[in-house]
């Protein structure tokens, strides 16, 4: 689970840099977030792994956060699964083209991942767009709605 320093970090940078559907992140506090972040890769991923993934591609970071909550509030419709997928590839191009320039090697190489990814997603992560998150958001709200 990030901290809540790098939660606050990437929903500023994630405002800075005017990603796709960044108004996303103000629905939830810091802590919410913390819990529903878990960085590049799947749920099923072992912690360790999604770690390793996400320190190969950190300029990526922003980009899986934003795709983590809009996972969070599936709406189990395909079109939005699609949206979601679609939107991983366009903003992880955008912060490609920001932070590095039209010369430099990474630009290409972040933004051949985030489709990558993107493409990824599309086709091995419908069951997990269709499964409930676990999260502790989830789980205390699966609490309260019990009768």
Request: hydrophobic content about 35%; proline content about 4%; charged content about 25%.
């Amino acid at each position: 689970m990030a901290t809540l320093r790098e939660i606050k970090h990437l929903k500023e940078l994630a405002e800075e840099l005017k990603l796709e559907n960044r108004e996303i992140l103000g629905k939830y506090k810091l802590t919410e977030l913390a819990s529903i972040y878990n960085g590049i890769g799947p749920d099923c991923f072992p912690e360790w792994l999604r770690s390793a993934i996400s320190s190969l591609h950190p300029s990526l970071a922003v980009v899986a956060f934003i795709h983590d909550v809009e996972w969070h509030e599936s709406d189990l419709s395909h079109a939005k699964f699609t949206e979601s997928n679609t939107r991983f590839k366009e903003n992880g191009y955008l912060v490609a083209k920001t932070e590095f320039s039209w010369f430099n090697p990474r630009r290409y190489l972040v933004m051949n991942d985030a489709r990558r990814y993107g493409n990824l997603c599309q086709l091995f992560g419908w069951q997990a767009w269709l499964t409930p998150c676990g999260c502790s958001i989830c789980r205390k709200t699966e609490k309260t709605e019990t009768p």
